[in-house]
């Protein structure tokens, strides 16, 4: 199944059930004033309401156009009141539509859906490049210094969200909660085995050295 991740500002919203439609599955995350926390899959949509606890929304669609990570996302600016003030400050800021919240799950669901199958040119970036590693996000593959990295998906998934936080120690329940698996316990443990085929597939490819673990917190992909 295809992922799609729908990033809220609004932490009940985010608990919506995901939604399956035909191949593909709409999950809900938790958008917080540090970005994304979640893999951004399937290309993002982002709703963001016009006051948020630690910055404005204006300031949050400005954040979001500065990271290369969602500089493509369909941005909706949930505001309180249909203020033509507020409509125009909203798209100068970055968002592509407003809507006066609040918002269900169906009309987020119904906002997504009218635009996800003619929107497709807002797909995550193609490629990812650190150094001598590189992702093909839309071919699931990686190669470093141009050897390809054997990798299952969920390695490749875990790969790719490593690399889009290089550099930093990111504990079993961080990379749990950014593949989508968060609320079974036992994943806590696939991570393991996760980490484990990953350092495998990167000694394959002679590129051992890229992950570390740092004993009692996690793991973290040493990137110039």
């Not at 009218?114 to 990686?142: F, M, P, S, W």
């Not at 909660?177 to 991570?191: E, F, I, M, N, Q």
């Amino acid at each position: 199944m295809k992922r799609v991740t729908i990033f809220t500002s609004n932490a009940g919203a985010a608990r919506f059930e995901d939604f399956a439609h035909g191949d593909t599955v709409f999950a809900f995350a938790l958008l917080t004033a540090e970005g994304p926390t979640r893999l951004v899959e399937g290309g993002a949509w982002v709703f963001v309401d016009w006051v948020m606890d630690e910055l404005s929304g204006l300031e949050m669609c400005r954040r979001l156009r500065a990271d290369p990570r969602m500089r493509e996302a369909h941005i909706t600016m949930v505001l309180e009141h249909d203020d033509p003030e507020d409509r125009r400050r909203a798209l100068k800021a970055g968002a592509d539509d407003y809507a006066v919240g609040p918002l269900n799950r169906q009309a987020m669901l119904d906002r997504v859906l009218a635009l996800h199958a003619n929107d497709r040119h807002r797909a995550a970036a193609q490629t990812i490049e650190l150094g001598e590693l590189q992702i093909n996000v839309a071919g699931e593959q990686a190669r470093w210094k141009g050897k390809l990295i054997p990798l299952r998906p969920n390695e490749f998934r875990v790969l790719r969200f490593l690399v889009e936080n290089p550099n930093r120690v990111l504990t079993r329940q961080e990379l749990v909660h950014a593949l989508g698996k968060a609320g079974d316990p036992d994943y806590l443990r696939t991570v393991d085995v996760w980490i484990k085929r990953l350092r495998f597939g990167l000694r394959n490819a002679g590129a051992s050295q890229l992950l570390r673990t740092v004993h009692g917190k996690g793991y973290v992909l040493d990137l110039m």
